[in-house]
């Protein structure tokens, strides 16, 4: 029996288990310590993948031994020092305000989401609704960004961001929505239970779900061949263009954020969580290895293609992805009993 | 800006222009995509009415210091136009002088211009493509192509010393003859060249993404693209059979040159024309290897006078030119003369008053000429398409600004 170190900190202390519990999720594991490391290797392995096709080296000379591993942290440092520059035309507030509370709201997901058997903040009926819900909620600080910058290339850029949001959330909330009818259960403890039981994973019995989950997920965290709210080429940065220093880094790590917890998401839904293990030790590990591949394959998909148009986007999320997702519909309804006998 | 309240927020209107509702956006001079250069576009929602290219950015007044200096000191100057396709810029400039000159290069000398051209030119195609393909966002592209010319790059620095500045074409013949092993390395480098073309129209050229943003985009009807004076590989991918190589300057006219010509003229076909301009270089580059003829790299009348000291270079292939060449006189009067360079052809018009130095030097670049596309094809698409089309005109600021 594996020892909870938060039991033994309750007992010590006196403060209730669900509070420290509320409170380690979101910031320990699966939150924002678990997030700092993530994005700090993910950003690593993203170059160095992308390196190894383009016949480059990629990061290096910051600690050779680790093969450039820290380079992030020293990129960190730099932007931690830097200036923050506030444009003259720019609404200080809202310009200031936006990103922090972007950031903020992503890691409110940490609360539901489970990081393993066991470890999570809140356990709700409604787990998966209450992930998307705080998802969809940054587009909009996105386009405030966009709209206080006071700049053309951002303003242009949180137009994007409102057409790929509207674009990309329709799409996920049908793949999630086909997930949970199969399951019949939106409740990730309950998803994971079912897949468990059964033994056979979400990605088997619902493949056209779990990609167009995928695909959409791409799409709403700005992913190549989907980034069109950064559009470096047309709109230099996007929403984003006129932030420094810590801002930016916020800005950026949104998306790598958005990532994460989609990914968290994917791997409960269709990869069966923390199975094949049972012990909270090990079925975070296996939690994490999952998500940690799902988002190496998606950081892969940039050394492979360029940026599509935002027409031909919008076009293909509409007419040839979002039906796709009734048809990921009827396999759930015909799949349904395997999962609730 | 005009700015109006709302409750909470700032309200801004975006912009009118000459009674239009339009947004001015400056692309550039700073900016990611711009280049040297400033595009000025002005927007009707996401659809583009009108392109403004603001050239002028990297004038270097290369033809007001041309008046000022020895035709021999003009070829190092003129090729800062185009580093990266160093031997097409100047080649026709040494041809002109030459034709004032009086002088004829020896067969030799010919097809060694001719090889250099053609290995610049695969490098300057390269160049282009990696453009093309990072304004698409296509890192992968970008990088493999410029790894790819420094294959290219290691070529022309094994035949003249230097890997882009090479000055090679002097008036008379050449500065070094071919090295030795020079033609088992281009046999390597043409062979992992078209392995390597495969590979990219994997990624790259089939790939459906570029392929949606490249297909239909820009299109340059034939009739168009002779009025408005596109020259190069944007012509000839309007369906326009038209090359200055088949003027058969140089070696082209013994070697039997045929021109890669298109049909369609949108950014697609102009990508695709140079991928296959690089094949038809290697094709080239190896008919002038096998028919290299024997002879001297350079008209006698100068090796004449190469002093006995450093004669023994000669017998090496490398060539010291005498004191006297600098201060070489040519005979009254005026030439034209033009080449093909990467992105199209290059024309000179120099006039002598007989002096050592030119009277006027007056040129005309390929991207001088191609950047009323700009305008001509972005109009009615959506700004995400001007960096597309931007990426398949291969335009390139310093050669137009001069």
């Known amino acids: 029996m594996a020892v909870d170190p938060l039991a033994w900190l309750s007992s010590a202390t006196g403060v209730p288990y669900w509070a420290l519990r509320a409170v380690a999720a979101p910031l320990l594991y699966p939150g924002l310590a678990t997030f700092m490391a993530v994005a700090l290797f993910i950003i690593w392995a993203e170059r160095k993948i992308t390196a190894r096709v383009q016949m480059r080296v990629g990061p290096l000379y910051v600690s050779r031994r680790l093969g450039g591993a820290l380079q992030l942290l020293a990129d960190g440092v730099r932007i931690a020092f830097q200036e923050i520059i506030i444009p003259e035309g720019a609404e200080k507030w809202s310009f200031v305000l936006s990103p922090i509370l972007a950031f903020t709201v992503v890691s409110l997901a940490f609360t539901v989401v489970p990081g393993g058997p066991g470890v999570y903040g809140f356990r709700s009926s409604l787990s998966l609704l209450v992930t998307y819900a705080i998802i969809t909620l940054t587009p909009i600080l996105v386009i405030t960004m966009g709209w206080a910058s006071n700049n053309k290339f951002s303003f242009i850029g949180a137009g994007r961001e409102a057409l790929v949001s509207i674009t990309g959330e329709a799409t996920l909330l049908a793949s999630l929505l086909a997930a949970a009818m199969m399951y019949g259960s939106m409740d990730f403890v309950a998803i994971v239970g079912e897949q468990a039981a059964s033994r056979v994973p979400g990605i088997a019995a619902n493949p056209v779900a779990a990609l167009l989950f995928f695909i959409a997920a791409l799409l709403v965290t700005d992913r190549v061949p989907f980034d069109l709210v950064l559009g470096e080429q047309e709109i230099v940065q996007g929403p984003y263009t006129e932030y420094t220093g810590l801002l930016f880094a916020l800005t950026m790590a949104l998306d790598y954020a958005k990532l994460y917890v989609l990914m968290l998401v994917f791997t409960h839904l269709f990869l069966g969580g923390w ?67 | 800006m005009a700015s109006i309240a709302l409750p909470g927020m700032h309200g801004r209107e975006v912009g009118y222009s000459g009674g239009l509702r339009v947004v001015e956006l400056n692309i550039g001079a700073q900016h990611p995509a711009s280049g040297h250069m400033r595009l000025v576009v ?342 995400m398409d001007l960096p597309a089309i931007y990426g398949s005109i291969d335009y390139f600021p310093p050669e137009a600004d001069r």
């Open chain 2, 42 to 383: 002005y927007l009707d929602g996401d659809v583009i009415v009108r392109v403004d290219p603001d050239i002028g950015y990297v004038h270097r007044t290369v033809e007001k210091l041309s008046e000022t200096r020895e035709y021999v000191r003009i070829i190092s100057l003129v090729e800062r136009m185009t580093i990266i396709d160093a031997c097409n810029v100047t080649l026709p400039y040494v041809e002109a002088v030459e034709r004032l000159l009086g002088v004829e290069p020896p067969p030799r000398a010919r097809y060694l211009r001719t090889i250099l051209c053609e290995v610049n030119r695969v490098a300057s195609h390269l160049y282009g493509l990696g453009i093309g393909g990072i304004f698409l966002n296509h890192s992968t592209m970008y990088m493999w192509a410029f790894g790819d010319r420094e294959v290219f790059v290691h070529l022309a620095s094994l035949l003249t010393g230097s890997r882009l500045t090479h000055t090679y074409p002097v008036f008379g013949g050449v500065r070094r003859d071919l090295p030795q092993g020079f033609r088992d390395e281009f046999e390597k480098a043409k062979r992992y060249m078209l392995a390597r073309l495969r590979e990219y129209d994997k990624i790259f050229f089939n790939n459906p993404v570029i392929r949606g943003r490249l297909e239909g985009v820009g299109v340059l009807p034939r009739d168009r693209a002779v009025a408005l004076g596109a020259t190069g590989p944007n012509l000839r991918a309007s369906g326009v059979r038209y090359d200055a190589r088949m003027t058969g300057y140089a070696a082209y006219g013994d070697l039997g040159f045929e021109p890669v010509v298109g049909r369609e003229g949108d950014a697609l076909e102009r990508v695709w024309v140079r991928l296959r301009e690089i094949e038809a270089s290697l094709e080239i580059v190896e008919r002038a290897l096998r028919e290299l003829p024997e002879g001297p790299f350079m008209n006698p009348r100068y090796t004449k006078a190469v002093p006995p000291m450093v004669r023994h270079w000669l017998e090496k292939g490398r060539l010291k030119l005498p004191g006297g060449y600098v201060r070489l006189k040519t005979r009254p009067g005026e030439v034209l003369s033009r080449g093909e360079m990467g992105r199209g052809e290059i024309t000179y018009f120099l006039v002598s008053d007989g002096g050592t130095k030119p009277y006027r030097l007056r040129i005309v670049t390929p991207s001088a000429r191609n950047v009323v596309l700009f305008d001509a094809l972005a109009r009615g698409h959506t700004l």
């Open chain 1, 275 to 341: 199975a094949p293990f049972a012990s909270p030790l090990l079925g975070s590990a296996a939690v994490f290895a999952k998500t940690v591949g799902l988002m190496l394959l998606a950081v892969f998909l940039r050394s492979v293609y360029g940026r599509m148009r935002l027409d031909q986007v919008a076009s293909m999320f509409w007419s040839r992805l979002f039906p796709l997702a009734l048809v990921a519909f009827v396999i759930s309804a015909l799949i349904h009993p395997i999962y609730t006998p």
